[in-house]
């Protein structure tokens, strides 16, 4: 049965203001409803008395969205219509494919530069402020960006894999599912920075790519120029987590990071306070305010914004400024 509302005549849906005499309205269209929040926040920097954006799925009658649905609108895209994309691999692949060629060259088409947003909201130099925010706890138990370029280091190779394998076409010579088994963190170690985490990882990293190796010389031969290709584009051992597949970073690496230094540094302020000169019922609601100003770890992080000062993120920018001041 066809989804029905029923609508009564005193319900009031609303409809977009007019814009402000002399501004002008730039319509923006990102591949989903997850993606409005990040590109909002791009084009915020743009707003003024001339212009304002207003960023949207696509305007399709069967609600149709996602990357090749935004490309679709390509040959309407103008200084009035923006089309704003993840990179995905496009930006590495430097028009090796179709899709990265009219991504590249589409005067109106913005894109990432790191594979998707999640890559941008789990910048590294943030993290501590996402931790922060989280535990009201400011205590510098991490080096979130030490381990998060340690960690790039170690997925290196692997990443080199599975990135040429994508630009290949060939998902067969390493899969989705196994790259992230191969870079996901099972477990954080927080004391030590991580280090045994880390000595774990490579061990898991250096047998696939061995595997892989084996079972694709031809390949493997390939795999030193390819390396020289990607660090053209700006990918080094040291930031390589800017590139991976955003969801796997972001769920089976940031995440499972954030969530044990939270516990830490939860654990450290709860100490705190009952150790305190604090007893009875004075303690016990110093206890509770605590625990009621915690805030979701996940929902901190997605909406973390403090990633502008990324060398991707500053791409971006200067793409837009000068498509507006043409």
């Known amino acids: 049965m066809a989804y029905k509302k029923k609508h009564k005549e005193s319900e009031f849906l609303p409809t977009r203001l007019p814009a402000r005499e002399g501004q002008r309205v730039v ?172 000595e774990w990882l490579r061990t898991n990293v250096e047998r696939r790519v061995r595997s892989l190796s084996s079972h694709h010389p031809s390949h493997s031969e390939q795999i030193p120029d390819f390396l020289r290709r990607l660090k053209t584009r700006g990918v080094s051992e040291q930031n390589t987590y800017l590139f991976m597949h955003g969801h796997t970073l972001l769920d089976n690496v940031v995440m499972p990071m954030l969530s044990a230094v939270c516990e830490k540094l939860k654990a450290l302020s709860e100490n705190n306070i009952t150790t305190s000169a604090q007893r009875g019922v004075a303690l016990g609601n110093e206890m509770s305010n605590y625990r009621n100003a915690l805030m979701n770890v996940r929902d901190t992080l997605i909406y973390n914004q403090d990633y502008k000062d990324c060398f991707l993120y500053r791409r971006l920018h200067d793409d837009i400024e000068r498509m507006l001041k043409k």
């Not at 090749?68 to 995905?88: F, G, H, I, K, N």
């Not at 930006?91 to 530069?113: A, I, N």
């Not at 909201?121 to 402020?129: K, T």
């Not at 510098?140 to 692997?158: H, K, L, N, T």
Request: charged content about 25%.
């Open 27 to 198: 319509r923006v269209y990102v591949e989903g409803y997850d993606d409005v929040a990040f590109w909002r926040g791009v084009f915020d920097d743009f707003e003024s008395d001339r212009v304002t954006f207003e960023i949207a799925v696509p305007p399709r009658p069967d609600l149709a969205k996602g990357k090749r649905v935004v490309m679709e609108m390509v040959p309407r895209s103008s200084p009035a219509w923006l089309l704003c994309v993840d990179s995905d691999f496009d930006f590495l692949f430097d028009g090796g494919t179709e899709q990265s060629k009219r991504v590249l060259s589409s005067p109106y088409v913005f894109h990432t530069y790191t594979y998707s947003a999640e890559n941008y909201i789990c910048y590294a130099p943030a993290l501590r402020n996402v931790c922060t925010r989280a535990t009201k706890n400011d205590a510098r138990i991490f080096d979130f960006e030490a381990f998060m370029e340690g960690y790039s280091q170690v997925i290196y190779p692997a990443f080199a894999w599975y990135v040429y394998s994508a630009l290949l076409g060939d998902e067969h010579i390493f899969k989705l599912i196994d790259f992230k088994n191969t870079v996901r963190l099972n477990y954080l170690e927080v004391e030590n920075n991580g280090r045994d985490t880390l």
